[in-house]
Nanobody, 122 residues
């Protein structure tokens, strides 16, 4: 029942920007801390940005801090990731889900969306 649909990825040159979107359904979106995950080619999926209700506090992996901004629109059950000054190392598939501690331990969050591909290259 829980579903995530990611969109907004694409090809961009280094230094460019993209805005990713995630439409969530099947759970009470507004009360859950949410994360964006990045899966680089050949690597494991890694949480890179988190937003925590009720204050919408944010946390970022060091590699994206200052470049990416996570936000949410609870009325739309949507999560966003503004990606600025993109680097080749940002290349990969981006997924959204609840924060890792919840995702790994609550069965209804076990499934992932298809993700959205981001390619940063000249």
């Amino acid at each position: 029942e829980v579903q995530f649909v990611e969109s907004g990825g694409g090809w961009v040159q280094p230094g460019g920007s993209l805005r990713l979107s995630c439409l969530a359904s099947g759970f009470d979106f507004d009360i859950y801390a949410m994360s964006w995950y990045h899966q680089a080619p050949g690597k494991e999926r890694d949480g890179i940005a988190t937003i925590i209700p009720p204050d919408d506090r944010t946390q970022y992996e060091e590699s994206v801090r200052g470049r990416f901004v996570i936000s949410r629109d609870d009325a739309k059950s949507s999560l966003y990731l503004q990606m600025n000054n993109l680097k080749p190392e940002d290349t990969g598939v981006y997924f959204c889900n609840v924060v890792p501690a919840v995702q790994a331990n609550v069965p209804r969050f076990a499934n992932w969306g298809q993700g959205t591909q981001v390619t940063v290259a000249s």
